[in-house]
T-cell receptor
Framework: NAGVTQTPKFRVLKTGQSMTLLCAQD?????MYWYRQDPGMGLRLIHY???????AKGEVPDGYNVSRLKKQNFLLGLESAAPSQTSVYFC???????????????FGPGTRLTVL | DAKTTQPNSMESNEEEPVHLPCNHS???????IHWYRQLPSQGPEYVIH???SNVNNRMASLAIAEDRKSSTLILHRATLRDAAVYYC???????????????FGQGTTLQVKP
């Protein structure tokens, strides 16, 4: 099993350009998440999905859109990239939370994005 | 979500035990304590979680104070591969929502010296 994979690994954009980051998981997980991590900081949740066809906003959703058309894929889009979106982006997936509210999240290797 | 406070950094010697503290004085009765770690240039990985009782697994132990206002992640014998950022995260069971959202702080950077 590949686990959680992210495409691309690196990308450089100019201000105003658009792009889509792809997250794929082969663990049949219901839940998927997109986080961003700025230098020296912890991860911040951008958007998440608790099932195919559903998405919801996280802590820092502005400037991003997401889609979950297939259970195994979660796409993160930047319509008009800004330098403030320079960051490392991590995708994660998990099974639904158990009765105690726990779910182990499995993270991908990250996409390093630079916006000039 | 309730806040956690962790030291910015800690050092340990290889093969010695490491105790990573976390303060969470505003924890509620339904907040679970989670620990994740992030190795250099990788995504985070789950370490352990607990509610009230101390917990052990193959990676670490979690000691939870009786009043639950603090907890300690224990690595019994640190190795060079344990050098990472360790995040202590509180998460409410969220009633029916159960979205599994994690709110990361800045974590503790653990350095392990040979």
């Amino acid at each position: 099993n590949a686990g959680v994979t992210q495409t691309p690994k690196f990308r450089v954009l100019k201000t105003g350009q658009s792009m889509t980051l792809l997250c794929a998981q082969d663990m049949n997980h219901e839940y998927m998440y997109w986080y961003r991590q700025d230098p020296g900081m912890g991860l911040r949740l951008i958007h998440y999905s608790v099932g195919e066809g559903t998405t919801a906003k996280g802590e820092v959703p502005d400037g991003y859109n997401v889609s979950r058309l297939k259970k195994q894929n979660f796409l993160l889009g930047l319509e008009s990239a800004a330098p403030s979106q320079t960051s490392v982006y991590f995708c994660a997936s998990s099974f639904p939370t158990d009765r105690g509210g726990f779910n182990e999240q499995f993270f991908g290797p990250g996409t390093r994005l630079t916006v000039l | 979500d309730a806040k956690t406070t962790q030291p910015n950094s800690m050092e340990s010697n290889e093969e010695e035990p490491v105790h990573l503290p976390c303060n969470h004085s505003t924890i509620s009765g339904t907040d679970y304590i989670h620990w994740y770690r992030q190795l250099p240039s990788q995504g985070p990985e789950y370490v352990i979680h607990g509610l009230t009782s101390n917990v052990n697994n193959r990676m670490a132990s979690l000691a939870i104070a009786e009043d639950r206002k603090s907890s300690t992640l224990i690595l019994h014998r640190a190795t060079l591969r344990d050098a990472a950022v360790y995040y202590c995260i509180l998460r409410d069971i969220e009633g029916r929502a159960n979205t599994g959202k994690l709110i990361f702080g800045q974590g503790t950077t653990l350095q392990v010296k040979p």
